[in-house]
């Protein structure tokens, strides 16, 4: 009698799991290598409490700022678009009939990538 196993498709995994769930499916012949053997889990990042404007600080700030820097920050605002997000806008990105901004692509060092 041949007992069969099977894997459940679309589980989620921690990292430090999967290393143990392929050697697991390696064993039972599902692969041929462990594709997670070596992998490390990244350092975890302590980070800052996000800082949230009043709408009357959002009103100060953009009376301060000129152009483009007052457009893209009231975009940012408005839209909740982060700023590579931005920066990767181009003119054809802006559907003004239908008054739609369409993100296909944001801007990181340079270099466009997709969203």
């Known amino acids: 009698m041949q007992l069969h196993r099977q894997i459940v498709a679309g589980a989620v995994f921690e990292p430090v ?3 143990g769930f392929f050697r697991t499916t390696q064993s039972w012949g599902y692969l041929q290598a462990n594709r997670a053997q070596g992998t490390q889990v990244p350092a975890m990042v302590i980070t800052r409490e996000r800082l949230t404007l009043k ?5 100060a700030l953009l009376a301060k700022l000129v152009e483009p820097y007052r457009t893209m920050v009231l975009l940012a605002v408005l839209s909740g678009l982060r700023r590579g997000e931005i920066f990767g806008l181009k003119w054809k990105c802006i559907d003004w009939t239908d008054g739609l901004i369409l993100v296909s692509e944001a801007s990181y ?3 466009a990538a997709p969203p």
């Open 17 to 19: 799991a999967q290393n």
């Open 55 to 59: 709408p009357e600080q959002v009103r």
């Open 109 to 111: 060092e340079g270099h």
